[in-house]
């Protein structure tokens, strides 16, 4: 998978310094006469399966920070195998001054808005209420459970062995704020049906307002990995075959918006099996600039 990836990369780049780290990619190189001021890259563990707990939130919740504890918990106990995306829908999301939702005891805080169109459409696809929920990798159809499940899901797919290995590299131009996003996957073992490969962006550590139980935490409440957008939109883009070998590359670039600490911004990339499925058998993570 590593030489494939590199062969792939090579032939579009021009070196024009390294980095020193585990896996040596150019740290500045030039693509399509872009300056790439920073470039990382990642491959998966073939003999780990990484697991996506993808947690449904928002801002008015009362007990959502209990379930964004819960995700900081179960992130300290699997490590690198866990990845974290908080999605952040339904009304507690909306805006406390909009029409969707009413001023929690006549504060008029709680103004920012971070829900995005992808997860608006994932919470009416996978019919999200009651948060916090989540779901673990996508398992039992999607179907949504509380905090108490979530670790159980965990432990019944933390020892799977991979179908599919994922190469993943970031690069990220300071001037323009673009972020390309190389993906590079190999099937282990052979796949039945459709699959589609899924780039998010996350941003991490944003500050903001929460309601937690009856305490307003206005712009002091950290929120973790939380989803930004997606990079090939809101279902992911097809790969083309899934017998034991076969390989593909994609790459997507998008522009950071203004707000978006490029430092706490991550790619994340999974291949999941399309409708009526949708469970996520691989995934990796990176973020797009080496300081952090």
Not at 146 to 158: C, E
Request: aromatic share 8%; charged share 20%; net charge negative.
């Amino acid at each position: 998978m590593r030489n494939l990836f590199i062969l792939i990369f090579a032939s579009l780049i021009i070196f024009v310094g390294c980095d020193k780290i585990d896996n040596p990619i150019p740290n500045t190189i030039i693509t399509d006469g872009i300056l790439w001021d920073d470039s990382l890259y990642t491959e998966s563990d073939p003999s780990m399966r990484k697991i996506i707990i993808e947690e449904y939130t928002g801002q008015l919740c009362t007990n959502c920070p209990n379930g964004a504890a819960e995700v900081n918990r179960l992130d300290s106990v699997y490590g690198e195998q866990l990845i974290a995306v908080s999605v952040h829908a339904t009304n507690f999301a909306a805006p406390a001054n909009s029409d969707l939702s009413t001023p929690p005891d006549g504060v008029l805080d709680y103004t920012q808005d971070f829900r995005t169109e992808a997860g608006s459409e994932y919470e009416t696809t996978f019919g999200v209420s009651g948060i916090p929920k989540a779901s673990v990798s996508r398992l039992n159809n999607s179907i949504m459970v509380g905090i108490p499940q979530w670790q159980i899901d965990i432990d019944a797919i933390k020892n799977d062995v991979p179908q599919i290995s994922i190469g993943l590299s970031t690069l990220y131009n300071d001037s323009s704020r673009t972020v390309k996003a190389i993906v590079s996957t190999e099937w282990l073992a052979a796949g039945s049906g459709g699959y589609n490969l899924q780039l998010y962006l996350l941003e991490d550590s944003v500050i903001g307002d929460q309601l937690d139980g009856s305490t307003h935490l206005l712009q002091s409440y950290t929120h973790r990995h939380m989803l930004r957008t997606t990079l090939n939109g809101t279902w992911g883009t097809p790969i083309p075959s899934t017998n034991i070998g076969d390989m593909d590359t994609q790459d997507f670039s998008i522009t950071l918006e203004p707000e978006w600490d490029k430092k706490h911004c991550i790619v994340v990339a999974y291949i999941y099996k399309v409708s009526p499925d949708y469970e996520i058998i691989q995934a990796e993570e990176l973020h797009i600039v080496a300081d952090h």
